[in-house]
């Protein structure tokens, strides 16, 4: 049986929803934080908490990195729809990804009618 609170939650985050779309079609790889990005990673949890739930940023971090490998990727692990090779940063599929395959389908329907709809001309007489 589906749990629509876990597909919706995965879905919430833009960063997350990207990520399962290219999964429909081939394993990803994932950049590790680096830097001072992965400084801040390592230095203290409470701080990095706080910095991803901050509306600051600190310049030189990649806030994409540092968010994808501390809150999406976890939590989509968790819900078992990847699985996340963290020494490869590869990412694949996971067991339940079958349960949100359907609206993964959906979404890349409706991003690629975007990309190949053309605007619509009409002239006034």
Do not use: C
């Not at 589906?2 to 879905?11: I, P, Q, R, S, W």
């Not at 090779?85 to 329907?109: C, H, K, S, T, Y």
Request: hydrophobic share 35%.
């Amino acid at each position: 049986m589906v749990d629509y609170d876990d597909v919706f939650d995965a879905l919430a985050a833009s960063h997350r929803r990207q990520l399962l779309v290219k999964l429909l079609s081939s394993p990803q790889y994932v950049s590790k934080p680096s830097g001072i990005s992965r400084e801040i990673a390592v230095a203290d949890e409470n701080l990095l908490q706080r910095h991803l739930s901050s509306s600051r940023t600190i310049a030189e971090v990649d806030e994409y990195s540092v968010s994808m490998h501390h809150t999406h990727l976890p939590k989509l692990a968790e819900y078992g729809f990847i699985e996340w090779n963290r020494d490869d940063n590869l990412v694949v599929q996971g067991p339940r990804f079958g349960e949100i395959r359907p609206q993964l389908r959906l979404l890349a329907e409706q991003q690629e009618g975007r990309r190949t709809k053309a605007p619509v001309v009409t002239q006034r007489r």
